[in-house]
């Protein structure tokens, strides 16, 4: 390199006076520069400054080389930036769990609220006809129809006993019961069925029985009920009265009755005292 006129420049110390602190290259770039005015340009272009916008990440060479310009030009050297921290495998385990969990609960939750009504008849599987239930209720025919038919079996009852009473006319006979459908006699509402099961569990602890119907006698004074009595016949009450001791029954549930077509219910029945 040579002056204006020819001769050699002498080369400074690496600081130019004791005011100036100022590199060794830092002299020498300013000398170039007026020296070679074209040759400025080039230099600046030479540092390379990363776009703040760009998102493309450098490659450590070109870093390099970034830094080293920059040390030449006495620019702070730019700091590699870190590299993206990665996620451990177990965290990546914990979301995936915490993940399955979440679904098993929606699922839960949809089939409770979501699920089929539990009213509904399940279907019978094909080839198996549903069949009733052995203790399935009866229809509501069934108890009328079994009580028609206490009815009918007392009917007969009175029928059968008629033969006996009618060599009974003006005797008295022990009385044992009377009970009329509908009645609540005892804090109990009885039926044709009630008075035909007590007629028979009467029959087991006396012996013979008779039954009549109160409306064709003349000596009762109510109608329309079903009567049991013992078809033996006294002249008097009191042997009648004496059988119901006998039987250590109350006066409500044994008395003496007199049976007559003719005479009126007045005088016609006698209790115990």
Request: glycine share 4%; proline share 9%; net charge negative.
């Amino acid at each position: 390199m040579h002056n204006g006129d020819g001769s050699r420049p002498r080369i400074r110390p690496a600081v130019s006076n004791r005011f100036d602190s100022s590199s060794y290259y830092e002299y020498l770039e300013r000398q170039t520069a007026h020296s070679d005015p074209q040759a400025q340009p080039a230099q600046q272009r030479q540092v390379i400054q990363p776009s703040q916008n760009s998102t493309q990440r450098p490659s450590p060479h070109t870093l390099q080389q970034n830094q080293a310009r920059n040390q030449l030009h006495g620019q702070p050297a730019q700091a590699t930036p870190p590299p993206a921290p990665r996620k451990s495998k177990s965290s990546m385990w914990l979301s995936a769990m915490a993940a399955i969990a979440v679904a098993a609960l929606l699922i839960t939750v949809g089939v409770v609220l979501l699920g089929p009504n539990k009213g509904v008849e399940p279907t019978p599987p094909q080839g198996k006809p549903a069949t009733k239930s052995d203790d399935a209720p009866s229809s509501p025919d069934e108890p009328e129809s079994t009580n028609e038919q206490a009815k009918s079996e007392l009917e007969t009852i009175v029928s059968d006993s008629k033969s006996d009473l009618s060599a009974l006319e003006e005797k008295w006979v022990v009385q044992l019961s009377a009970k009329q459908p509908n009645d609540n006699a005892g804090d109990e509402e009885w039926d044709y069925s009630k008075i035909l099961k007590e007629y028979q569990d009467n029959e087991k602890t006396y012996g013979t029985l008779a039954m009549l119907k109160s409306e064709d006698w003349s000596s009762f004074r109510v109608k329309d009920y079903w009567v049991t009595v013992i078809p033996t016949g006294y002249d008097s009450p009191e042997p009648a009265l004496k059988k119901c001791e006998e039987f250590k029954l109350d006066r409500d549930h044994c008395f003496a009755k007199r049976l007559s077509h003719t005479k009126g219910p007045d005088g016609s029945t006698k209790l115990r005292e």
